[in-house]
């Protein structure tokens, strides 16, 4: 199998395989995860990295990150409202059931 070596903005060297890479913005730059910095890194890709990367069989397109620890922050936060919510529905329900 191709390992292919990068080294990250803080320095941390990481053995990747090539689907773990991706090529993006038309072949100028490359991107990957490091475990590390818990970062996407993206680094510039010039004609001879891109061939390098090519031939190892990196695709081009967003790459497949392990999903994020933290929860999804563009979410709306739960609320009173959504608390007071959550007890009608339960109400309704359990008339539901006596009824
Ligand atoms: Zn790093």
């Not at 061939?51 to 922050?73: C, F, M, N, R, T």
């Amino acid at each position: 199998m191709t390992i292919i070596r990068v080294t990250c903005d803080s320095g941390h060297v990481i053995d990747l395989k090539p689907e773990e890479v991706s090529i993006i913005e038309g072949g100028t730059k490359f991107t990957f995860f490091c475990a590390e910095c818990a970062l996407g890194i993206e680094k510039r890709a010039d004609p001879k990295i891109l061939g390098i990367l090519q031939s190892a069989g990196v695709k081009e397109g967003p790459a497949k990150l392990p999903e994020p620890d933290q929860h999804d922050v563009s979410a709306p936060a739960f609320t009173e409202d959504d608390l007071i919510d959550f007890h009608f529905t339960m109400d309704d329900d359990l008339e539901e059931l006596l009824s």
